[in-house]
């Protein structure tokens, strides 16, 4: 599958996601590969998918893209400040002579009635609001729509106002074919106007409207909506902490339905309560219904009338999918087997983390591979020798002093009997006869020079 390498880097959420998980914290952004950037509702849903700690070729579905349907860039001017399309159409007239009409439907029907300040009274040809030209048959069908006009009882002489009233006027050569006065025509205040691109008007014959009230015309309107697609994220550990890399872009679906629009609000609304069903309201409802993906001629009924399905067409959305990538930490010895605690090999941990110290172990250095993983390499501790004890330093022994030899009175000289050669052990014996002697001759010696010296 081609994959697009468009690069384009969205950091507008990007303080508030790392608030959320600090996998991503070693970048300054999400480095997209895509048709367009990541949003920040997008960014943030990554990094809580992230959060989770998912393994490789886990998915996620970040929802909906947000659509703008398509718009004509018209918009409606609100309920008192319109203008109905059929108004735009119709010749602006006064009213001619001063009539009397029998009034045809509503509270007021069957009162002969002539009009208040007649020459005064304005409004629009009803006839000149057809496509074609104006054609009066013989003369004779000739109509006025006024928003609002005051009417006074022929029989009492009351008067009472009505609105949205449809007037019959001579034609031509002076003659009437009714002498109808029809309250109520909402049609003719459509608030539906000429401007409004989204509805085309095809109006056959105008002046049959007032006598049925509605019929001989039709809004069309070609309704189209945009189906927004889904993105998928998937986990691909041989991208780096932060890369999102597009696999397929993704591509809006749509649903578009024609149709076929009769506008006839109830005649028993009050007032001016038929202006809620707006050019807005009506195509909203048609929207809604091609959602639903009707089939022709299927019918739409609202309180604003009837819409008859003529066309429908449709396409599924694309959805994107998005690879992001995910970092392990790794704990390894020189020879790449895994740092070994009480017997059991270190984990490798989800994201990028510190180096730790393990007992036995010493570290050496940290890399990154190709795939953004993060390894720490250790080796096995040195053995420590033990140093010996320092010895105590002894005191030389001090010789002993001789004991001291008491002279004793000498005995008869006696001859010495032959001995042999001195055993061991006897020699001792033989000193301290020697040690007697010499004492003796020395305490002698003594005595005879202390007698010399006293004479």
Avoid: C
């Avoid at 009437?176 to 539906?192: E, G, I, N, Q």
């Amino acid at each position: 599958m081609k994959r697009i390498k468009k690069r384009v880097i969205n950091t507008a959420a990007l303080g508030l996601a790392l608030l959320v998980t600090p996998t991503l914290t070693y970048r300054s952004a999400i480095n997209t590969y895509a048709q367009a950037a990541l949003t920040a509702d997008e960014e943030a849903k990554i990094q809580a998918f992230l959060a989770t700690e998912p393994q490789n070729n886990d998915t996620t579905n970040l929802g909906k893209v947000k659509v703008d349907q398509s718009t004509t860039g018209y918009t409606f001017p609100g309920v008192n400040n319109y203008t109905s399309l059929f108004k735009t159409r119709g010749q602006k007239i006064t009213l001619d002579k001063d009539y009397e009409f029998t009034i045809d439907n509503g509270d007021h029907a069957g009162k002969t009635v002539k009009v208040k300040d007649w020459a005064n009274v304005k409004g629009y040809l009803v006839n000149s609001m057809s496509d074609s030209e104006p054609e009066f048959e013989n003369g004779l069908d000739k109509y006025m729509f006024t928003d609002e006009v005051t009417l006074i009882d022929q029989a009492d002489g009351s008067e009472f106002t009505v609105k949205n009233a449809v007037l019959s006027l001579e034609g031509e050569e002076g003659y009437r074919m009714f002498d109808s006065l029809w309250t109520d025509r909402y049609v003719f205040d459509l608030p539906v106007e000429a401007g409004d691109t989204r509805f085309q008007p095809e109006i056959e014959d105008a002046s049959l409207i007032p006598l049925y009230g509605n019929g001989y015309w039709t809004l069309h309107a070609t309704v189209t909506e945009m189906v927004p697609y889904e993105t998928i994220v998937k986990v691909d550990e041989s991208l780096k902490t932060g890369e999102v890399e597009e696999d397929v872009a993704g591509v809006l679906g749509d649903k578009t339905g024609k149709y076929d629009i009769m506008y006839s609000p109830y005649e028993d609304l009050q007032g001016d309560t038929y202006k809620q069903y707006t050019s807005d309201v009506i195509y909203a409802d048609l929207l809604e219904n091609v959602d639903t993906e009707p089939a022709v001629n299927d019918m739409l009924s609202k309180p604003w009338g009837d819409a008859t399905v003529t066309d429908f067409t449709s396409s599924p959305a694309t959805n994107r999918v998005l690879r992001v990538g995910i970092d392990y930490t790794h704990f390894v010895t020189e020879d790449g087997t895994p740092v070994t605690v009480s017997g059991a090999n270190v984990d490798k941990k989800f994201g990028l983390k510190d180096k730790e110290n393990f007992e036995g172990y010493e570290y050496v250095t940290t890399r990154t591979e190709a795939n953004g993983d993060r390894v720490h390499v250790y080796k096995k501790a040195s053995a420590t020798p033990v140093a010996p004890s320092p010895a105590t330093p002894t005191t030389p022994a001090q010789p002993e002093a001789p004991a001291p030899v008491t002279p004793e009175t000498p005995a008869q000289p006696v001859a010495p009997a032959v001995q042999s050669t001195p055993k061991t052990g006897d020699a001792g014996l033989f000193t301290s006869a020697f040690m007697l002697f010499t004492g003796m001759i020395g305490s002698v010696g003594a005595f005879v020079t202390k007698k010399k010296n006293s004479k």
